[in-house]
């Protein structure tokens, strides 16, 4: 994102994160002197007032983001993702920045794991302070995203090493279906969200999904002439068998637009008797947009998006 920025054009970008290693190396990386590094923690806001001073945009993505270990640590979640981004909120909105994308997870819709739940409560604030702050300058708004192939941590990147080790693909549950995603999309529906948010807005960006075996296969394809090898080792705490990106309900109110589905905020008050209207009947025809009735991939169509990652060319052209 910082990087699609700086090409961009932009004064500043103020880069805001708790790992001072990590910094370290992105300035190095970066050497750019539009950007400025701020340590600090979403769950201290004092420290995160310093980094949104003067700023006009923020994108929050600090967040505890893997599922098993929230599971095991359900509070940690909760300081950071619920009370860290109430903090974001107030202390952007204090500061006058113009608009704030929180960014979310299809683990939020319909959530059984505690990092699921505590990213559907960030949603939540930032829907309430929408709706509780109709004249505030700052228009806060939410992107929800299925799995971003290459992130950190995440299985593509393993899968990777342990087919360039000789060693078996460790495959959780093989008919699992992931969202998939690239970090060139997700940074475009930021930017969709930066552009076209009006307050409590909520955006989806249309994906194709695969199972956890095709993914694991097409690894296997691009990284080695054999056969897969796979060792299955059931599903992880807290995993779900497939995502959804919008509930039935969230559907029955979503705007398409082209890639993107837009969901309203909800700005009606608590004064329900006020929106009493006679006849609205019938059973409105709606389904969830979930990874198991979205276009599924097959092997050769994994391979070809993963063909598309630049960390996936520089792993080939290391082979
Ligand atoms: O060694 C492994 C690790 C994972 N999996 C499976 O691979 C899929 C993807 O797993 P992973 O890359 O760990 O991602 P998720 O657990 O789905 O969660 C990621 O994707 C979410 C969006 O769905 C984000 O919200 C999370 O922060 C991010 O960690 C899942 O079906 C896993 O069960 C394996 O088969 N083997």
């Known amino acids: 994102m910082a990087r699609h920025l700086l090409t961009s054009g932009v004064r500043q970008v103020n880069i805001f994160s708790r790992d001072e290693a990590k910094q370290d190396q992105m300035r190095r990386a970066f050497n750019d002197e539009r950007v400025r590094f ?59 920045v113009r608009s704030l994308v929180c960014l979310s997870t299809d683990k939020a819709v319909y959530p059984v794991n505690a990092m699921g739940m505590s990213k559907a409560l960030m949603e939540k604030t930032a829907q309430a302070f929408a709706r509780n702050n109709p004249t505030s300058e700052m228009t806060v708004s939410i992107t929800r995203y299925g799995n971003v192939m290459y992130s950190r941590g995440s299985v593509i990147p393993a899968f990777v090493s342990q087919v360039r080790a000789g060693e078996p693909m460790i495959v959780t549950e093989p008919t699992m279906t992931r969202f998939l995603m690239s970090l060139a999309e997700s940074v475009d529906l930021v930017e969709h969200a930066f552009f076209h948010a009006n307050p409590g807005d909520l955006f989806v960006k249309k994906a194709p999904a695969s199972t956890v075996d095709t993914l694991a296969r097409a690894v296997a394809g691009l990284f080695s002439d054999g056969e897969a090898d796979l060792r299955v080792i059931g599903t992880r705490h807290g995993e779900k068998l497939h995502e959804t990106l919008l509930s039935r309900e969230e559907m029955m109110q979503a705007e398409d637009q082209g890639d993107y589905f837009k969901v309203p905020l909800d700005a009606r008050g608590l004064q329900y008797e006020k929106y009493f209207s006679e006849g609205a009947g019938g059973v409105p025809q709606a389904q969830d947009y979930a990874s198991d009735n979205t276009e599924r991939l097959d092997i050769a169509a994994t391979q070809a998006l993963l063909r598309t990652l630049p960390e996936v060319d520089e792993e080939l052209a290391r082979r």
């Not at 003067?54 to 509070?75: T, Y």
């Not at 950071?80 to 952007?92: K, L, R």
């Open 38 to 96: 701020f340590l600090g923690d979403v769950r201290d806001a004092d420290s995160v007032r310093a980094a949104v001073t003067g700023a006009d945009f923020v994108f929050h993505a600090a967040a505890l983001k893997q599922v098993p270990s929230c599971e095991f640590f359900p509070q940690q979640a909760v300081k950071t993702n619920v009370v860290g981004s109430h903090n974001v909120i107030e202390t952007a909105a204090a500061a006058g």
